[in-house]
């Protein structure tokens, strides 16, 4: 009995915990392509009122897109870009471009 209420538990704590994208480093790179016109070509956006991209967290990343997709964010330029992705796009457009550099940190 206490045996099964352990691994019962094991599992709800499992499931319980959140997932976080892994993504393809290679892949989202092969993905990229249409993000380059606005984020600029690694993520590196030259325009202040786009957002770069490089170097974000790769949770936050996915979560951005997953938002755009669900409609929490508004955005219809985002919208319409992020209308077609699979979960697992955005884990590879995430992976690939936070692996990137391009933020720094300013004091």
């Not at 045996?3 to 892949?27: D, Y």
């Not at 380059?36 to 009122?49: I, K, L, N, R």
């Not at 996915?62 to 929490?72: E, H, I, N, S, T």
């Amino acid at each position: 009995m206490r045996k099964t209420f352990l691994i019962l538990a094991a599992i709800a704590l499992g499931m319980s915990l959140p997932t976080h994208a892994k993504g393809n480093v290679e892949a989202g790179k092969a993905k990229s392509t249409p993000c380059a016109v606005c984020h600029g070509a690694d993520g590196v956006s030259a325009v202040p009122t786009f957002p770069k991209l490089a170097g974000q967290h790769r949770d936050y990343l996915y979560q951005v897109l997953r938002d755009y997709k669900a409609g929490r964010r508004k955005n219809p330029i985002m919208a319409g870009q992020v209308a077609n992705l699979s979960d697992a796009d955005m884990a590879d457009l995430a992976a690939y471009f936070s692996a990137q550099h391009g933020l720094s940190v300013k004091y």
